[in-house]
C-alpha cells in the first residue's frame, strides 16, 4: 500500500478542513467515569464543545461522532423523516440511543452508565480511529474485533482503490 493511498483516504475523509480520526488509544475511565478523549483527535475534530456518542450497528462498542458528522446523519434524517414514518422511528431509536456529550476543559466526556453498560466499559476504553469517526472498544472484545491480519487490511485498502 503506497503512501499516497493513505494520505488520500486520509484527505478525502477528513471534511471541512479537519482531519481524520486515526490511530488507537488505550485510556482508563476515571473514578467519575470520564474518558479523556486524545488532543490528537479533539485538534482533528476542530477542537469541538461537544461530540456525539451511540451505539455501533454492528458491534458491542460505541461510536463516538464529531459534530459534522453527527449533523450530516441528523439532516438526512430530517430530510426524510417528516413524510416516512419508518424513517421516523429510526430518528427516535438514534436519539435513544446517543447523547450530545459536552468536552470540559481536559478533553473529558462522561457518557451514560446505559451506554457504559451497553459496551461493557467499566476501566480500561479502548479508542480506535475509524476514520470519520472513533469506535470504543472493551479491551477483550476490541482484542477479538482486530484479530485481521495484514492480508485483510491490504484487501481492504485495495478495494478502495480499485
Not at 482508563?28 to 479533539?42: N, S
Not at 476501566?123 to 485481521?148: F, I, P
Amino acid at each position: 500500500m503506497s503512501e499516497e493511498v493513505v494520505e488520500s483516504v486520509a484527505k478525502s475523509t477528513s471534511g471541512s478542513g479537519s482531519n481524520a480520526l486515526m490511530g488507537e488509544f488505550t485510556h482508563a475511565l476515571d473514578p467519575k467515569r470520564r474518558l479523556t478523549i486524545p488532543r490528537e483527535w479533539r485538534r482533528a475534530m476542530g477542537d469541538p464543545d461537544f461530540v456525539y456518542v451511540m451505539r455501533d450497528r454492528n458491534g458491542k462498542c460505541l461510536d463516538l461522532l464529531p459534530k459534522a458528522e453527527m449533523e450530516s446523519l441528523l439532516q438526512k434524517l430530517r430530510q426524510k423523516a417528516l413524510f416516512d414514518p419508518a424513517l421516523t422511528k429510526a430518528a427516535m431509536v438514534i436519539g435513544a440511543n446517543s447523547e450530545q456529550l459536552m468536552i470540559d476543559v481536559q478533553g473529558r466526556i462522561r457518557i451514560s452508565d446505559k451506554l457504559l453498560q451497553f459496551a461493557n466499559l467499566t476501566t480500561t476504553v479502548v479508542m480506535a480511529g475509524s476514520v470519520r469517526m472513533a469506535k470504543l472498544w472493551n479491551e477483550a472484545d476490541y482484542a477479538v474485533e482486530v484479530s485481521t491480519d495484514l492480508a485483510d487490511l491490504n484487501a481492504a485498502l485495495d478495494a478502495l482503490e480499485g
